[in-house]
C-alpha cells in the first residue's frame, strides 16, 4: 500500500518543529506521525526528532500516516470521470443522479464509494475526504482530498467555483446578490432568501442570450456555500434555473436544474502553485444550447 508522501524544499535555516507548523503541519498530525508504525519525517532521506536544525536546501519529506475504513463504508465498481489527479488530491466530474456523499437510502448509489473502489484498486493507504460537495442533480467538478490532512489544508485555503447554468429571460451582464438564505418553515429540503438567514453571496455573468427562445446562458461564483445557494438566489432574481422544479424553473427541456460546476481554481496545499482544472457541459444542458443557437 501507498502512503501520501508530502515533500518540500527549504529555503532558509530553521529548526525543524518551526518549518512544520508553517507549512500547517498541525500538532495533532505530528501526535499521529510519533505514535503511528508507518508514519515519518525524513531530512535528506534520514528521519529526524522536530528539534533538528535545518538548512537551506534540505529536503523534507513526511510521510503522513494510514488511514482505515469503516466496517460499514462500500466499494462501488463503476466509473469515475477524473480530470485532475495528483499525489494529494483529484478532481472528478460528477455525473447527475449521483449524490457526492451516501445517503439514508441504501439503494442510492454515491460518488464517495466509487472512489472508495479506486483507492482501494490503485492501493491507495487512506481515505478520501470531499472537499466540495454538489447537490445529487448538479454535475461538474468535485474536488476529493486523498487523506484527513490534505481535507483540512483545503479547509483553510479560498477556492474559486464556477458554475454555468441555464434561465429563461434576458439578465443583466453582471450582478452581485448577497441575500441571507433560511430554511422555508414548512420544508425539510426548501430554502429562501430572507430575514434571520445565513449570510450568502452569488456572484453572476450573463455569458450568451438566445431572444429567439428567450434562454440565457450564465456564469456564476459561489463565494459561500450555501444549500442550494444558486437556486435560491436565481429564484429570487426572478430567473429559476431551467429543469429546477422545487424553484419554479421550466421543466418542458430538461428534468434536473440545469446546473453544472465547470471550473475550480486555487493554489496547491503544498506546490504552492495554481491550479485550474475545467470540464465541459453534460450533454443535457450542451443540447439545449445547440438547438437554440
Keep these: 500500500m501507498t502512503n501520501i508522501i508530502l515533500k518540500y524544499v527549504v529555503k532558509n535555516e530553521q529548526v525543524l518543529r518551526e518549518f512544520l507548523l508553517e507549512n500547517n503541519i498541525s500538532r495533532k498530525t505530528l501526535t499521529r506521525i510519533k505514535f503511528d508504525n508507518d508514519g515519518s519525517i525524513k531530512v535528506n532521506s534520514k528521519e529526524e526528532n522536530v528539534r533538528y536544525i535545518l538548512k537551506e536546501g534540505d529536503i523534507v519529506e513526511i510521510t503522513l500516516p494510514s488511514e482505515n475504513y469503516s466496517e460499514f463504508v462500500r466499494f462501488i465498481d463503476k466509473p469515475i470521470d477524473i480530470v485532475y489527479e495528483d499525489d494529494y488530491f483529484l478532481v472528478v466530474n460528477k455525473e447527475i443522479n449521483l449524490p457526492s456523499i451516501p445517503s439514508r437510502n441504501a439503494e442510492d448509489e454515491s460518488l464517495l464509494e ?17 472537499v466540495t460537495r454538489l447537490d445529487k442533480n448538479t454535475s461538474g467538478l468535485v474536488l476529493i482530498a ?9 479547509s483553510n485555503m479560498e477556492i474559486d467555483k464556477y458554475y454555468t447554468a441555464l434561465i429563461n429571460g434576458k439578465i443583466k451582464d453582471h450582478g452581485i446578490l448577497e441575500a441571507p438564505i433560511r430554511r422555508v418553515s414548512s420544508s425539510i429540503i426548501e430554502r429562501e432568501v430572507g430575514e434571520g438567514g445565513e ?4 456572484e453572476y455573468w450573463s455569458e450568451k442570450h ?38 419554479g424553473g421550466d421543466i418542458s427541456l430538461i428534468s434536473r436544474q440545469a446546473l453544472h460546476c465547470s471550473n475550480l481554481a486555487f493554489i496547491h496545499p503544498i506546490s504552492r502553485e495554481k491550479v485550474n482544472v475545467c470540464t465541459n457541459l453534460p450533454d443535457d444542458m450542451s443540447n439545449i444550447i445547440k438547438h437554440n443557437e
Design 210 to 247: 438566445n431572444i429567439k427562445n428567450d434562454i440565457n446562458v450564465i456564469r456564476l461564483k459561489l463565494y459561500t456555500g450555501k444549500t442550494h445557494q444558486i437556486r435560491v438566489h436565481m429564484k429570487y432574481l426572478g430567473y429559476p434555473l431551467l429543469g429546477d422544479e422545487l424553484y
Design 199 to 202: 449570510y450568502a453571496k452569488t
Design 114 to 130: 466509487r472512489v472508495n473502489y479506486y483507492f482501494r484498486e490503485k492501493n491507495i493507504n487512506s481515505i478520501p475526504h470531499i
Design 146 to 154: 486523498k487523506h484527513r490532512h490534505i481535507h483540512a489544508l483545503f
